[in-house]
């Protein structure tokens, strides 16, 4: 089993994701997988690391969304599957 993660940040607007990929880069040690627009006004980041620090970077992260912008949806998957892991670093 290994202890990498996938955390997830979903947000209105790219004000609150920028804020977000900041915070969690400062917050742990967590590699940025991405920002996408989903649609809708809805912007997510996505990144990866240990679980812990991952599951840090989350919270820190959706404390930081909150202060700019509204969070809609915060995730952290521990040890993801191989498929779900990389279909979510391209």
Do not use: N, W
């Amino acid at each position: 089993m290994s202890d990498t993660a996938i955390g997830l940040i979903e947000t209105h607007g790219l004000i609150g994701v920028l804020a977000a990929a900041d915070t969690a880069a400062k917050a742990a040690d967590v590699q940025l997988l991405g920002v996408e627009r989903v649609g809708g006004g809805l912007v997510s980041v996505r990144f990866r690391g240990d679980t812990a620090s991952v599951q840090a970077a989350v919270s820190a992260a959706s404390e930081a969304v909150r202060q700019v912008s509204q969070l809609v949806s915060a995730h952290v998957i521990p040890s993801p599957a191989i498929d779900v892991e990389a279909a979510l670093a391209t």
